[in-house]
């Protein structure tokens, strides 16, 4: 048996009394998987980015392990609701434009030691300050560094869309900016390298793809390096006592540690692996997320059909955001139908062995966008689900 066959059987024993659509957590999984990202990240610790988790008992369980430490939020109503529940420490990877949480931030003491929002414009600082509406608290401000890489002039950008802020006298201006204005205080400046960290570089059956994608996050790891490290010297000139220097991702973690302008590490995904995290040279992880559907028809030799199943990623569209049929082992997708929203036709000679109602166990292609399709999960120890534990959506939470 398959080391992928003997989960199966796990999973399937596990869930037995359990109808699907259903979504796992196998804990042993998700345990080694932080295990992994603590002994890459080299002391230093990790900010858990939520958005690649959305489940609260999930994040306290990380938290609580050696290693890990404060919370990487993706809205500011999360970051309160967070705060809230006790997490102390909930830094917004995005600028926000919600007034009604800013008061709320600006207006409760408590809130306002907790989170840390994030700027890359005088025009967010204006934002904030018209939203407060009486509301005195000092807002802790984070600055955010544009991690892209430029080529020939500046022709040629690899990176994400993301903050304006480049250079270190533009962060050094924007820190001035912070100081100089009343009710705000910088504690913090950012950076995510998205297209090292999120972007696998080892894809099967494209090795000059590959080979080409390594080339360019070794040269985009050498210019961030330097200019990370200057662009820190120029706002600590200006703000000596920053908190934190956050850099990251899952994919990049032992490459940003070894940075000395970082303090602390952002990861997430790495503790579910999803599909898109199969394809890095860097490390390996243990699928730890999973959800099954049922077999709900038998239209053929080779061919059984599930329930539902269409569940694509965010980002650009193409079949890495979509899930792939995981367990048993051998099926794929019809590919004129692909995964439905309320079907999903799978091919392959293990369809033959399926019955009505048994489970076809899918692995989404990112992280935490799983749990906005389920109010639950199923928290399984060896063969058993010891645990049933809400989704943010199950706490009624979609914030996005």
């Known amino acids: 048996m398959t080391a992928r066959a003997a989960d199966r059987a796990r999973y399937d024993r596990a869930t037995a009394s359990l109808d699907a659509p259903v979504a796992v957590v196998d804990l042993e999984a998700f345990d080694a998987n932080a295990d992994s990202l603590v002994a890459r990240a080299g002391g230093k610790p990790i900010r858990v980015a939520s958005k690649s988790v959305r489940c609260r ?6 938290l609580a392990r050696p290693g890990f430490a404060g919370i990487m939020s993706f809205t500011l109503a999360e970051s309160l609701w967070l705060a809230r529940s006790g997490f102390e420490d909930v830094l917004l990877a995005y600028p926000s434009a919600d007034r009604a949480a800013y008061a709320e931030l600006a207006g409760d003491p408590k809130l306002a030691a907790a989170v840390t929002v994030m700027v890359d414009d005088v025009s967010q600082l204006e934002l904030i300050d018209a939203a407060r509406d009486g509301g005195r608290e000092e807002i802790r401000v984070c600055l955010e560094l544009d991690t892209s890489l430029r080529m020939l002039g500046g022709r040629v950008r690899i990176g994400a869309l993301r903050s304006p802020l480049r250079s270190p006298a533009q962060l050094a201006d924007l820190a001035r900016s912070v100081t100089r204005r009343p009710g705000f205080r910088l504690v913090g400046l950012m950076a995510y390298e998205g297209h090292i960290a999120g972007v696998g570089d080892s894809v099967a059956g494209r090795p000059l793809r590959s080979r080409a994608v390594r080339l360019m996050q070794a040269a985009a790891r050498r210019e961030l390096a330097v200019r990370r490290a200057e662009v820190v010297r120029a706002v600590r000139a200006v703000v000596p006592d920053l908190e934190f220097v956050n850099g990251g991702g899952t994919g990049s973690v032992q490459h940003t540690a070894a940075e000395n302008a970082v303090t602390e590490i952002a990861a997430g995904s790495g503790l579910y ?16 997320a999973l959800f099954a559907q049922p077999v709900v028809r038998r239209p053929g030799v080779g061919v059984v059909t599930v329930l539902g199943g269409g569940y694509p990623a965010s980002g650009a569209a193409g079949p890495d955001r979509l899930p792939v049929p995981y367990l048993p082992e051998g099926l794929r997708y019809d590919p004129q139908e692909g995964p439905g929203e309320v079907q999903t036709p799978l091919l392959g000679l293990a369809a033959d062995d399926l019955l009505i109602g048994d489970k076809v166990w899918f692995r989404h292609a990112k992280a935490g966008e799983l749990c906005e399709r389920f109010d639950e999960l199923r928290l399984i120890e060896g063969d058993r689900v010891t645990a049933t534990v809400p989704t943010y959506r199950g706490e009624g939470r979609t914030f996005l």
């Open 273 to 288: 692996v999803p599909r898109l995290f199969d394809n890095y040279t860097s490390f390996s992880g243990r699928p730890a």
């Open 57 to 62: 008992a999930l994040l306290e369980r990380v």
